[in-house]
């Protein structure tokens, strides 16, 4: 009988040592924070915010929430680097990619979109209405018109102004951080532009977590490049046991890492949400350090117990915070070099 009782005693303490590994690795499931949360990058993303809380605030889903998020970006017409006013390709067409992902895995995207003015809702119908994950170019198009969405010109005066001047030397270098507008761009030759996203993750009064990503991609690109914003798991990545991640910068790098993915199953693995960004930037700092200084790649994410932090190659990267305590909260997110 004694040695019953052992065995049952040492099985009990065995259990209770493998849960508490187990604790360690994943970090605590199924926690939910006090509040709401919406973060996204950039000082752009306050505003962007302040449009997802209203969702949020009546306890309404985070994939609501990101969507009518980034839609204010898109809509914004001084914002060079998303949507509708977003500086063209190297031929004068404004092309747009965008991604989202729920809380149960469910993904749409769209890249390459021409003539609609936001991609992330497009992104979500491909998601909800189609049994795919991307649509492209002509084939999102088609997809969009038959989905209702209205053709636009998308192409605005100060968009085609920049083009036409870029055309005079075709030279492209790109500026870090001009999407911060505190970065004073009115210093810049003609042929200097820089590109970005809005990257969007919030998490719900359930405790569920959605993120989006919606971006008019590198200004003056070749016709036809994609960057990693509407590519899962590169530009945005959500697992709802663990948390969610979005990257920001030169997307060719973030997909050589599949970056957001990366520091989702950093989270995974223990790692605060801080610090998985870190080493995500690490590994990109360790695969090309002859660029790693000349370019600006960030990430940001979030965790089930409502934490979040950031990383980037660079100074200058900032993100937006909201919750019921503040709604215009912008944080300089921390760096590398």
């Known amino acids: 009988m004694s040695s019953r009782r052992q065995f049952i005693k040492q ?97 749409g995207s769209v890249a390459g979109l021409e003539q609609i003015a936001h991609p992330i809702s497009v992104a979500r119908l491909v998601m909800e209405k189609t049994p795919h994950v991307m649509l492209v170019g002509e084939g999102a198009l088609q ?21 036409k001047e870029w055309l005079k030397e075709k030279k492209y270098k790109p500026i870090m951080n001009i999407e911060n507008k505190s970065f004073n761009t009115d210093r810049l030759p003609g042929n200097q532009y820089n590109h970005d996203t809005i990257g969007m993750l919030a998490m719900d009064v359930n405790g569920n977590i959605s993120g989006a990503c919606t971006t008019s991609g590198m200004a003056f690109k070749m016709r036809g490049r994609v960057g990693d914003s509407p590519i899962i798991g590169a530009g945005l990545y959500v697992d709802n046991e663990i948390g969610g991640a979005t ?58 117990k409502g934490e979040y932090g950031s990383y980037a190659l660079q100074s200058g990267f900032t993100y937006a915070v909201c919750n019921a305590e503040k709604q215009d909260l912008i944080i300089k997110g921390k760096h590398i070099f």
Not at 41 to 51: Q, R
Not at 87 to 94: A, K
Not at 260 to 274: A, K, N
Request: proline residues 5%.
């Open 11 to 107: 099985s009990i303490v065995g259990a209770v040592a493998a849960g508490s590994i187990q604790e360690l690795v994943a970090g605590p499931r199924n926690t939910k924070p006090k509040t709401p949360i919406v973060i996204s990058t950039w000082d752009f993303g306050v505003a962007a915010n302040k449009a997802a809380w209203e969702v949020l605030k009546k306890d309404g889903r985070a994939l609501d929430a990101v969507e009518q998020g980034v839609k204010v970006a898109e809509a914004d017409l001084s914002n060079p680097t998303v949507g509708k006013g977003g500086y063209p390709d190297r031929d004068g067409h404004v092309t747009l990619d965008a991604c989202i992902m729920d809380e149960f895995g469910n993904c």
């Open 143 to 163: 997809f969009a018109i038959e989905q209702g969405f209205q053709r636009e010109n998308l192409l605005i005066p100060s968009s085609e102004a920049a083009w």
């Open 247 to 304: 990257s920001t910068g030169v997307g060719e790098e973030v997909i050589r890492t599949v970056g957001s993915f990366l520091v989702v199953e950093l989270m995974r693995q223990g790692y605060s949400p801080e610090a998985a960004c870190k080493e995500a930037v690490e590994r990109i700092v360790k695969k090309k350090p002859e660029i790693a200084k000349e370019i600006q790649v960030g990430f940001l994410a979030i965790n089930k």
